[in-house]
């Protein structure tokens, strides 16, 4: 995890790490508040490092390891109020914004700062794969709340669909990472397992590059992380009437919530998905809550549950799912 430690001055790394040891892999966010201790939540519970409260000397390090002392390079991402650093962590900002005609220019006096710690989990979908194919991969839609795993499920996803699993054969993968979250790139290069037969349109609009993918690399399956606005989906359209697959994620708690929304109507109207995977917060990101096929069903007997197998949590605690990744 040098990648996010760097990003500390000496005295906070030395905490941070002093404070981890070796539970990286259980680890979820750091969150940096001035003038605060640290915190630091982990798949079951929440710690604090109270021998050191950040800054403002602090956070304008952070923020020149965060822009390589160019705040002009980090135009974009402060207008967002998000960065995502090598290996597809994201650094979420907050603090005193700054607007332009009612617009958010920039955020001025950054004081807070969410770090989500990015995790491969190999096999994370090896046991959901086999509900998104049926004759061919079908267009699939995850919805979850924050922190649900969607990005986890959707980076296995692709590896399996690419290197195939079981009997079937692998496919051409395409995906539009536009946060650099999905394959953590550097410099173009996936940092993530994303499958042998994948590429990537790395740092790219999501509806611009799904028309480049198409484009250029001719894909089978194309992949998209947290589709929301009226060109992503009029992207999906024209991707899916041109005979591409789409699986994507969106932010959301329930079916219902989401078909209130304008720019989804087309999706919605058209039954576009004929998978929906709904997830819920668990003990760990993952649980998987519903398995929806176009009409409505739910494929799953029991919620959080796949064929009663066998839980793939590194929790202590045993359940009767497979769904927590």
């Given amino acids: ?5 760097r990003l500390f001055p ?3 790394r030395q905490a941070v790490n002093s404070k981890m040891r070796n539970r990286w892999k259980s680890l979820q966010e750091i969150r940096i508040r001035l003038n605060r201790p640290i ?3 982990f798949d079951e519970h929440t710690e604090w490092i109270e021998t050191v409260r950040p800054g403002r000397k602090d956070s304008i390090f952070v923020l020149n390891q965060l822009s390589e002392f160019s705040l002009y390079r980090m135009e974009d991402e402060l207008r967002e109020g998000y960065v995502t650093i090598e290996g597809g962590h994201r650094i979420g900002l907050a603090g005193k914004v700054n607007t332009l005609n009612g617009s958010v220019k920039a955020i001025q006096y950054i004081a807070f700062f969410n770090i989500r710690i990015a995790k491969q989990k190999i096999g994370a979908a090896k046991q959901l794969i086999p509900y998104l194919y049926k004759n061919n991969y ?6 979850g709340p924050p922190q649900t795993g969607k990005t ?12 195939g699993w079981d009997n079937i054969l692998p496919h051409k993968v395409g995906i539009i990472d536009e946060r650099s979250e999905i394959a953590g790139s550097k410099k173009g290069i996936p940092q993530h397992d994303i499958g042998l037969r ?3 349109m790395d740092a790219c609009p999501k509806a611009e590059g799904m028309m480049m993918m198409i484009r ?14 009226t060109n992503d989906v009029q992207a999906l359209m024209e991707a899916i009437n041109a005979g591409v697959t789409v699986i994507c994620s969106i932010h959301g708690k329930s079916l219902d919530e989401l078909k209130k929304r304008p720019s989804l ?6 039954n576009v998905f004929q998978r929906t995977i709904l997830l819920a917060r668990g003990m760990t990101p993952g649980y998987i809550h519903r398995v929806y096929d176009q009409n409505g069903k739910n494929l799953l007997q029991k919620s959080g549950s796949i064929n009663a197998e066998m839980d793939w949590s590194t929790s202590s605690h045993r359940y009767n799912n497979i769904g927590r990744v």
Avoid: A, H, Y
């Avoid at 995890?1 to 430690?5: A, P, T, V």
């Avoid at 690399?217 to 992949?223: K, R, W």
């Fill in 152 to 163: 986890t499920l959707i980076r296995d996803v692709s590896r399996l669909i690419s290197n």
């Fill in 198 to 200: 994948t590429d990537i």
């Fill in 10 to 12: 000496e005295m906070m």
């Fill in 216 to 229: 250029s690399m001719s894909p089978e399956i194309l992949i998209v992380d947290e589709i929301g606005s």
């Fill in 265 to 270: 109507q087309p999706l919605f109207q058209s």
């Fill in 138 to 143: 079908m267009n699939t839609l995850f919805v």
């Fill in 1 to 5: 995890m040098e990648e996010i430690l």
């Fill in 39 to 41: 915190e630091l939540i």
